[in-house]
């Protein structure tokens, strides 16, 4: 079981970010092309760097090139007129790697193309058989295929919001939330899922087909 952490290059709260590494131990690292000044600035060296470099200090991006031996981190440089993001490209290299779990901070922020692209990598993810979430202090959203179980002392946040992303998703039942679902076909283009709540120790989601964006949010 390897556990990967991803820093995108979007909006990054430090302090967040140190807390939840240390909440979530990772056993390897990657940077995604400015996300490297987060490990700069705290004197750390992450496993990979993936990007086209195009909006990093040079003199960071040196300082890691010039490391010697077990110090220098992998550097996977791309071209900028690619067809694959920074982020995907960071992912895959996750996947490659053998990650069953992949944890992205700063793939949120104020692009907002951007962060409708990585909510769509979290399928890609998904597609492998590798848990992927993307995290922020407000956020932790996930993309599920098949039925999972929130355990209220470990959710993130109050509200727990489903989103399907496929036309419809067939079957879902909630149980242990103050809004329950029995075997409900929930459709694209309304917002009926948005801000349930757990009530129960546990709260169960399942369902028989499609995809669901699964947002557990705080205000």
């Not at 355990?151 to 149980?175: A, H, I, M, R």
């Not at 948005?194 to 709260?203: F, L, R, Y």
């Amino acid at each position: 079981m390897v556990e990967t952490l991803i820093v995108s290059g979007g909006n990054l709260d430090k302090s967040f970010a140190l807390s939840y590494m240390k909440a979530h131990p990772c056993e390897q690292t990657i940077a995604v092309d400015f996300g490297m000044t987060f490990f700069y600035e705290q004197n750390w060296t992450p496993d990979y760097i993936v990007g086209d470099f195009d909006s990093v200090n040079k003199d960071i991006l040196r300082s890691f090139q010039n490391k010697k031996g077990e110090q220098r981190p992998k550097i996977l440089q791309f071209q900028p007129e690619k067809d694959e993001t920074d982020t995907e490209l960071a992912i895959r290299t996750a996947i490659q790697r053998g990650s069953s779990a992949i944890h992205i901070l700063g793939a949120t922020g104020s692009r907002m193309d951007h962060m409708i692209g990585n909510l769509h990598l979290l399928g890609m993810a998904m597609e492998h058989g590798v848990d992927c979430m993307m995290v922020d202090p407000f956020n932790r959203i996930r993309m599920i295929d098949q039925g999972i179980t929130i355990k209220k002392e470990e959710q993130y946040g109050n509200y727990v919001s489903l989103f399907p992303f496929t036309p419809q998703v067939k079957g879902l039942t909630l149980t242990g939330f103050k809004y329950p679902l029995d075997c409900y076909t929930l459709e694209c283009y309304h917002s009926l899922g948005v801000s349930n709540e757990i009530t129960e120790e546990e709260a169960c989601i399942s369902f028989q087909e499609g995809v669901l964006l699964v947002v557990e949010a705080r205000d």
